[in-house]
């Protein structure tokens, strides 16, 4: 499997590197789309961080609820889940920039 991978190796390294200049697109959006882009990507970024506060408050309120009636059941494991989802949320702007740039 190695003497394969080798000559793999050597045949790519021996092939001609292309010639010439390559063209780098601009990657430069109208104004009109970018504003327009901004608008929905804030909405949708309000709307996760208001389902965030949401699923937080109705985890709490299932919590206390289940306590006052002594049944137990595994609220840490959804409260957990929705916490990850808020970290997501707020780190998926900052995140695709570091992958992106």
């Known amino acids: 499997m190695s ?3 080798l ?3 050597n045949i790519l390294a021996a092939a001609p590197a292309p010639g010439g200049d390559i063209p780098q697109p601009t990657s430069d959006a109208p104004d009109q789309l970018k504003d327009k882009v901004n608008t929905v990507l804030g909405i949708a970024a309000w709307a996760g961080t208001a389902a965030g506060v949401a699923g937080v408050l109705i ?3 299932m919590m ?6 002594g049944e137990s059941s595994e609220h840490m494991s959804r409260l957990g889940m929705v916490l990850g989802g808020c970290v ?3 780190t998926a702007g900052p995140l695709v920039s570091f992958v992106f740039t």
Do not use: F, P, Y
Not at 64 to 69: E, F, T
């Open 3 to 5: 003497s394969l991978l």
């Open 7 to 9: 000559e793999a190796h």
């Open 59 to 61: 985890t709490g309120a």
């Open 64 to 69: 206390a609820i289940s306590l006052k009636r």
């Open 88 to 90: 997501l949320v707020a």
